[in-house]
């Protein structure tokens, strides 16, 4: 095992915990609502951007409500059909709808759902650091997905999580998929600026 892979195994074990305990502590589920306000009021998305959510599992902090308000918004909202080893596909979500269970137990579209591409794609995590590091569950799905989306145009990626979970450095390597903006309870937060002309057609940046 190299040191990298060793290193984010260790930082699993104590994100995970932190993570659990984050989620203990927040029995009542204001964290979500208190996101969903942060990232309202703090996340520039503006009007006409295709948002890619999650529907959240165990421990991950619960982004529903802020999709619910997005979609009240206008925005068309898409949520991921995973196949094993494959990048993930976006398709049509609408408070609504009805999920069906996928890989590992996931609530997804059914595959009769149109498919959508995501301009913003908001990812859940179990560790982030202030330089846009993320650390995922090890299966490579976001870290496969998030190249394919932006060949297709310009993605800007933000992290959903609880404020708890930031650590001072994740361990990171070529291929680990950076951050753009990561949003938790207390706040949104820029973590890397990117000056590209498209900006201006979906953020007011």
């Known amino acids: 095992m190299s040191d990298i892979a060793e290193e984010k195994r260790v930082l699993r ?10 989620h203990a502590h ?9 996101l969903r306000d942060r990232a ?3 996340l520039p998305i503006a009007a006409g951007a295709v948002v890619g959510g999650y529907w959240p599992m165990g421990t991950e902090m619960n982004v529903h409500p ?9 925005h068309v909202i898409g949520l991921p059909r995973v196949r094993r080893g494959q990048p993930m596909t976006y398709h049509r979500w609408q408070p609504k709808d009805r999920l069906v269970s996928g890989v590992f137990g996931i609530g997804m579209p059914d595959h009769h759902t ?31 997905t998030v190249p394919v989306l932006r060949a297709r145009k310009p993605l ?8 708890a979970q930031e ?13 753009d903006w990561v949003v938790t309870e207390n706040g ?5 600026r990117r000056r590209f002309p498209w900006l201006r057609r979906f953020f007011n940046s």
């Open 188 to 192: 949104a937060r820029r973590v890397e």
């Open 114 to 144: 149109p498919e959508v591409h995501p301009d913003v794609l908001l990812m859940p995590l179990l560790a982030f650091d202030r330089r846009g590091n993320r650390l995922g569950y090890g299966s490579g799905y976001n870290d496969r």
């Open 26 to 34: 927040d029995a009542s589920g204001e964290a979500s609502i208190q």
């Open 156 to 163: 800007l990626c933000v992290g959903i999580a609880y404020a």
């Open 13 to 22: 074990v104590r994100a995970a915990e932190k993570r659990r305990a984050a």
């Open 66 to 74: 802020l999709l619910v308000a997005l979609h009240e918004r206008g």
């Open 167 to 179: 650590f001072e450095a994740v361990p990171h390597d070529t291929l680990d998929q950076r951050l």
């Open 40 to 42: 309202l009021a703090e």
